[in-house]
């Protein structure tokens, strides 16, 4: 399977994630974990990144696993 992560970074330190795996967002600092509880309660937004997965990832991904079988 296909797993997207979406990374939220500042100060080169990651505050905030989404997993389609887990489809929700996760927080690692005070902010992050304030916006992973709005943004996860927000269907819209949610349904953004899901729609990321499915519109990038899965469409890419028979191009990125050919190039990498192609280097080995």
Request: with cysteine; aromatic share 14%.
């Amino acid at each position: 399977g296909i797993e997207f992560i979406d990374s939220y970074v500042f100060n080169k330190a990651e505050y905030i994630r989404f997993n389609s795996t887990v489809g929700r967002y996760v927080g690692y600092t005070e902010h992050g974990v304030k916006n992973a509880e709005a943004w996860n309660s927000d269907a819209g937004i949610l349904g953004q990144e899901q729609a990321q997965l499915e519109s990038y990832c899965k469409s890419h991904a028979d191009i990125l696993y050919s190039a990498i079988l192609d280097k080995t």
